[in-house]
């Protein structure tokens, strides 16, 4: 079974600057998807970036980027330029390989973001 | 345009009394699914469905029941609610390709509310 970790259960940040957020995982799979998911105070679950393990190259959207580091199964987001509109609950995610089985996301615990004006 | 619906958003509800939470997604998806989020616990899937008349267990199903007669829907039916069900609730859709895992869609949310 696979264990999504995320150990800030809280952070705050001065609108524009930038925020880093870990996420670490266990699984025994080489192939799967990792994925930050954004919840704002609307409560819609909102991708943010995905990540499929076989590819080397690190994901970025926009002002969003990850870091992963498949050998130490971790899987930061940086958040660069924060807006005030990044305050939000951001959840780490990680989806298996479909092989026509559940396509379950084994989600973390969650890290609540503020962006200070 | 491509949504998840799930009604309704809010339910406050007597322990012991059945209900049902409506799911509908209008993409043609294969696969559902139902999660529960609590504070400091994420996001825990209930049950999901493959297909039509195809649903399993999540890590959570007590106290759960779904169903599947059609591909855009999948109802989850708490048939004696209980105060430890009060919860935010979750529908997820996603097309099943074989390769990989697609984007998940997610409804509004349901916050139930067990007295």
């Known amino acids: 079974a696979q264990t999504v970790t995320q150990s800030q259960p809280e952070m705050s940040v001065q609108e524009a600057e930038t925020v880093t957020l870990s996420c670490t995982y266990d699984?025994?799979?080489?192939?799967?998807?990792l994925f930050w998911y954004k919840q704002p105070p609307s409560r819609q679950m909102i991708l943010v970036i995905r990540?499929?393990?076989?590819?080397?190259q690190n994901a970025t959207e926009n002002r969003f980027s990850v870091n992963f580091q498949k050998a130490a199964k971790s899987f930061s987001l940086k958040i660069s330029d924060s807006q005030l509109g990044d305050t939000a609950m951001y959840f780490c995610?990680?989806?298996?390989?479909?092989?026509?089985?559940?396509?379950?996301?084994?989600f973390g615990t969650g890290t609540r973001l503020t962006i200070i004006p | 345009e491509a949504q998840v619906t799930q009604n309704p958003r809010y339910l406050i509800t007597v322990t012991g009394k059945k209900l049902t939470v409506t799911c509908s997604q209008n993409?043609?998806?294969?696969?559902m699914s139902w999660y529960r989020q609590d504070p400091g616990l994420g996001l825990r899937q209930i049950y999901y469905?493959?297909?039509?008349?195809?649903?399993d267990k999540g890590d959570v199903p007590e106290g759960y029941k779904v169903s599947r007669k059609e591909k855009r829907n999948f109802p989850l039916i708490l048939e004696s609610p209980s105060p430890n069900q009060t919860s935010l609730y979750f529908c997820?859709?996603?097309?099943?390709?074989?390769?990989?895992?697609?984007?998940?869609?997610f409804g509004q949310g349901t916050r139930l509310t067990v007295v």
């Open positions: 997820a859709s996603s097309s099943v390709t074989g390769e990989m895992n697609t984007e998940a869609f």
């Open positions: 699984t025994s799979e080489n192939n799967y998807y």
């Open positions: 990540q499929e393990a076989y590819k080397q």
């Open positions: 995610a990680f989806g298996p390989i479909s092989n026509f089985g559940n396509e379950k996301l084994t």
């Open positions: 993409m043609n998806h294969e696969y």
């Open positions: 469905s493959m297909n039509v008349e195809v649903t």
